[in-house]
């Protein structure tokens, strides 16, 4: 819903920096661009593009349309859910010591997502 009315408002906002450039006012240029740019981005996050979680045998990836992250479970040290102010996030943390924190919960709630995770990896763990 979020991604619709984003992609709502920068369509708009695009249209008004277009109509600005018609009537010769050079800010147009930079709303049109700004915006234009927004919808492009919302756009291909609503197309399937966006944001994805695949969950396989040997491990998972996460991923978006600007990267992809691959971590085998044999990889994966700890799963928890980390909480500040108003924001939830699935963490787990890897054995060469790094961290990784998924705020989005694919549909599936964060309690979910990390429950499902951690089962996963505790299986390959024993």
């Known amino acids: 819903m979020k991604s619709a009315l984003l992609l709502i408002v920068c369509a708009g ?6 109509v600005m450039v018609t009537r010769d006012v050079w800010p147009g240029w930079l709303l049109a661009i ?9 756009a291909l996050q609503l197309a399937g593009h966006g944001s994805r979680l695949i969950i396989a045998a040997d491990g998972f990836t996460v991923g978006s349309f600007r990267t992809t992250e691959t971590h085998a479970w044999t990889d994966v040290e700890s799963v928890s859910i ?4 108003h924001t939830r996030a699935v963490r787990f943390r890897l054995r060469n010591g790094g961290e990784r924190l998924l705020d989005d919960d ?3 709630g964060i309690d979910e997502l990390a429950r499902l995770l951690g089962e996963r990896a505790a299986r390959v763990r024993s």
Request: aromatic content about 32%; overall charge negative; glycine content about 28%.
């Open 13 to 18: 906002g695009a249209i008004f920096g277009f």
């Open 82 to 85: 980390m909480s500040w102010e």
């Open 34 to 42: 700004f915006f234009a740019g927004g919808f492009i981005g919302q």
């Open 106 to 108: 694919f549909g599936l």
